[in-house]
């Protein structure tokens, strides 16, 4: 194997799979990038089992092959480099010779036979997709995904394809975020699929708003697929808890809030709450909502919001945490909460937002300490 390429582009491409490969493996080969030439140039990818990226790259080939490098030492020599052609060669299949300008170096690689093979899926009968859709769905809704290992259904993502829209939903069982586009393919087939949303941000991450994706199922893996770059994931087995059961459908309380104004009071009395429960207490009446917090070993705090206001007086507890995260996504600068009592799921959505998408995240309260 034998192929010059700029630096700029082995640089872009390592990038854009190095964080498929794992930084702790007991499978030596998985620490390596397989590098394989194509028509085109060469073709990089990485794996950690789980999931799989590969990305091909401009390159001028002068003899095919493939090897694996180590991917730590290839990155950290290309981003070293002077800005110059690099030369690749291998002899046999575990030799490398990198050159570069005046500078030479040589690495030691595995056989292509040792890396693993990418999952079985077929793209005849892929779904296309906007990457902009998926993109919208994922950056509003991953972030609610669970990180505790003790209900491992909840450290996915679901995401519903049905044929007039595609749905995205994540829970961690005391937040949820759920968003809906409307799509124009009328021929997307009914599926519901749980993603690990460290794949969802690899296709966040190597996928350009602009791009048309290519989505197909294999037996547990799903794949995304652009002209150039690959994405590939195992997919989470089992049944997603039935998430519309805890959406409330009738809170009769509802406040409306300038989202800046409400961060900066959160963030400022999240400095006094528990670093446990980070627990706050709002109380909304007619035209103000009133913060407290009170910690038996830190101090207490007061703060105060005018807000547009519907319905009874409410004192209800939230952990900050969770609810600034939730702002933090929110695309408008009015939020609206809805309530129906102090132990009641809250609904947090867009307030005057003007997209066609649907966005509506919710609240568990945490109960208050008197």
Known sequence: MRFTIS???????LA????AVPSKTTLPVLANLLVQTTEKGIRISGTDLDIAVSTEVIADVEAAGAITIPARKLSEIARELPPAPVKISAAGDQRITLECGRSKFKLLGLPKSEFPSFPAVKFEKALRIPSGDLQKLISHTAFAA??????PILNGVLWEVRPEHMRMVATNGHRLAKMEIPVKTATAPTSDLIIPPKALEQIR????AEEELEVAQGENHLGFRSPFTAVYTRLIEGPYPPYDQVIPRDNDKYAIIDKVALTGALKRMSVVASDQTHRIRLSFNSGMLKFSVSTPDLGEAQDELPVRYQGDPLDIGFNAAYLLEILRYLPTEEVRLTFRAPERAATIEPEGWSDPAKYLCLLMPLRLVD
């Open 7 to 13: 630096r700029e582009k082995l640089q872009e491409g």
């Open 205 to 208: 991450r190597l996928f350009s």
């Open 146 to 151: 669970s990180t505790e290992e003790s209900r």
């Open 16 to 19: 854009a799979v190095a964080s």
